[in-house]
């Protein structure tokens, strides 16, 4: 895949990339210009399925996916994990036909301004889930349990990625027809924020917006 990057994430107004990658759900390869003209597009840019957050996030857009649906916007869910690896989760963790494709080497993630950060930035951070967690845990430990405690078997294809791509910033842009961001949502380095998810409300009304253009 040929794309550049830009050093900050696309916004509002900003014409996507093209981006071509392998798809997991499905045969052969997924291209961004294969919506144009045709529908509105959600797609959500995530790090390898190894991060209990972006699974999670994989799994908010399925559920979101019938409602979008109806609005005639299509959904694509983009993971930083090889394409096998990823082929197996699905094939035990279905999502309602949710259209998925691999990008281990994160270009989709360049193309549309989602940087990497140092790992002392991510580890600096402290994150406290009352109800999940056993008292606040830097991100390292933390996925640590979570995978544990979800039974998330990490393997060698998961270890390369964790060992490249853990400071992955993550993103979800809506484009229209044409390709244009019309929404974004970013993941944000602060206490409180870090791997939090877009409100599904705010999500639908852009979504709602973007299907009368």
């Known amino acids: ?73 299509e959904c694509l869910a983009v993971v930083n994990t090889p394409v096998e690896r990823a082929r197996l989760y699905f094939r035990y963790h279905p999502t309602l036909d949710l259209l998925a494709a691999s990008d ?4 989709s993630h360049r193309a549309f301004g989602l940087r990497e950060v140092g790992m002392d930035t991510i580890m600096a ?26 039974r998330y078997q990490i393997t060698k294809a998961d270890q390369q990625m964790m060992a490249s791509g853990q400071a992955q910033l993550v993103g979800q842009f809506l484009l229209d027809r044409a390709g244009i961001v019309r929404w974004s949502f970013t993941e944000v380095l602060e206490v409180g924020y870090t791997f ?13 917006q973007v299907a009368h253009q």
């Not at 402290?126 to 996925?143: I, K, Q, S, Y």
């Not at 998810?197 to 852009?206: G, T």
């Open 1 to 73: 895949m040929s794309t550049g990057s830009v050093d900050r994430p696309l916004q509002p107004g900003n014409r996507a990339p093209n981006v071509v990658l392998d798809a997991i759900s499905r045969e052969g390869k997924v291209a961004l210009n294969d919506f144009r003209g045709r529908s509105p597009l959600l797609i959500g840019l995530f790090r390898g399925l190894h991060c209990p957050f972006c699974r999670r996030h994989v799994a908010a857009m399925a559920q979101l996916k019938p409602a979008l649906h109806e609005k005639g916007v």
């Open 104 to 107: 281990p080497e994160r270009a």
């Open 125 to 150: 951070i402290r994150v406290h889930l009352p109800g999940e967690l056993p008292e606040p845990m830097d991100v390292v430990a933390m996925n640590e349990f979570l995978n544990k405690k979800e």
């Open 196 to 208: 939090t998810a877009p409100n599904p409300e705010e999500l639908m009304s852009a979504a709602s």
